[in-house]
């Protein structure tokens, strides 16, 4: 068992994260497993470090408190003064064993710091996610070229100087050449730092094989579930259901009706309408610009509907044909999915996204290569995000209630269709009202644009959240208004959660100081974040899905509990959000480290208070 060179309550020189540059920092604990030193700086920071990042304090020489505070520009700036002075010929050898030693002098400042030419870095949130392990990003670092470079530079001057002090120039003409040194030595910049997205490692969706699975996976469970939803007993248990006949599965005109209804979103996407808005930082520390008028697309689609009603066009061709449309957007997936991976095998490696760049094409193909893929200024994933699927969702489940009312010969919608619509209309509005708030999400700033979006935005959204609408137009269900009134309650609930605690993170993160929330508590992290320890993030650690969970169960009870089939989506998004949570979890232990581990014991329940 390898023995520790510092003790506890020791206070050592400890090098920052992602850096060179060395801090006082006391020790606290050391872990006999890892071998890791838990240190704290003076400004309160606790974090993790290697006994070769540490150095005793006997190991470094400082300056006086005059000079030890100059900055290393200074210190350099001074040793190239001191260097260039000139020495006459005629003069004493004592003052010239006095100014020999005061120019060797400096050449033992690199022991300040116990490292030799050792050049500062400007400590950012991507120094400590690489520090921390972050997968995803990595940075070119050219400070050794820098040295020498500076180093070559620095001898030729001195050469240059000693040829100087024996020519017969005047002293005017010397300084002019001191002063355009001193110039380029104020106009020399670093070059820059480089940020590439290296290689994925940690594969998702159990790895390539699973990826790959799931490629067939997600369209048998569609066509599955919507097919049992046609039954008469739309049990589970009678496996397989009747299939149709293949060439019932596509019809051209319902394609056509598919591509008219995609465009006509892009052309609304489009419009000058709307304020536009820079999104998280790139690699490149570029911002995109997204223009947000989800908000008012979906207004001029219920312009559209409306015009549609009046002219009394039949909204039950949607539920005649949903299976067609269901194929017709698998379809389009699947095309879209094949030329987003063909386009990312030409994008630099800045464009692509630390999720899907494993290099197996099954997996990448999956997860998407390219983050956020643009044809010009209309970004293809956004867009896909919230349009078409989204807002298609309120048109079927408009559909279906008039469907209903056909089918079932009602003069008015019956009360649990009236709740399905409304419920999962609020929602939709929601999003679209809150539409900025999606840039900060992990679709946008960490999965690439693959067929796992693209299915998941056109297929999934609009034909399986529709699918308790879809349900009580064959199976309906009379609610007493007491049934209905709790289950009223039970949504309200659920959405209070979810918007209260969406707003207080959005609030958060845009001003801390802001009356809202500058009277809730936080744990400082290394990045210079904080995490938020009291209000709605201080009841569990993902309070929105706790919210979105409940809200998913309010959607299903209006379909009674004869069967199993309209709680799917509940299952479902159950065990996607746990995903989702279990994603955070790793990413923010890398990210936060000791601080994350604080947050946990402060905040012990993921998702559900007193259970997970």
Known sequence: MPRRKFADEEVVMGRWPGSVLYYEVQVTSYDDRTHLYTVKYKDGTELQLKESDMRSMSSFRFRKSSSSSASPSRRSGSRSRSGSRSRSPGRPAKHRRRSSSQSREPKNEKNMIGEPNLIPLKLNENNTNQYNGEPDITEVNYSSHNTLERQRIESERARER?????????????????????????????????????????????????????IFLLPATVFYLLLMCTQKDPSVLNFPPSLPALESLWETRVFGVFLLWFFLQALFYLLPIGKIVEGTPLLNGMRLEYRINGFYAFILTAAAVGISLYFEMEFSYIYDHFLQFAVCATVFSVVLSIYLYARSLRASEQELSPGGNSGNIFYDFFMGRELNPRIRNFDLKYFCELRPGLIGWVVINLAMLLTEMKVQHLNMPSLSMILVNSFQLLYVVDALWNEEAILTTMDIIHDGFGFMLAFGDLVWVPFIYSLQAFYLVKHPNELS????????????????????????????????????????????????????????????????????????????????????????????????????????????????????????????????????
């Open 162 to 214: 000693i040829l100087e002090r024996y020519n017969l120039h005047s002293r005017k003409e010397e300084k002019r050449t001191e002063e355009m040194y001193s110039e380029e030595r104020i106009f020399e910049k670093p070059k820059p730092v480089v940020k590439v997205c290296m290689k994925t490692k940690e594969l998702e969706f159990g790895g390539k094989i699973g990826a790959f699975l799931m």
């Open 481 to 612: 208004w007491l049934s209905a009134s709790a289950i009223v309650a039970l949504n309200i609930l659920g959405y209070y959660i979810f918007r209260g605690a969406n707003s207080q993170k959005n609030i958060f993160r845009r001003n801390p100081k802001d009356p809202k929330v500058a009277h809730l508590k936080v744990i400082p992290t290394a990045t210079g974040k904080n995490l938020l320890v009291s209000g709605w993030w201080g009841l569990v650690r993902h309070p929105n899905y706790l919210g979105d969970i409940i809200m998913a169960l309010a959607w299903s009870l209006p379909c009674g509990i004869n069967h199993i089939l309209p709680y799917f989506y509940v299952i479902y998004f159950t065990g996607l959000l746990i995903h989702r949570e279990a994603r955070d979890e790793r990413q923010c232990k890398k990210k936060y480290g000791l601080a994350w581990e604080k947050y946990c014991q402060r905040v012990p329940y993921r998702i559900f208070p007193y259970i997970y």
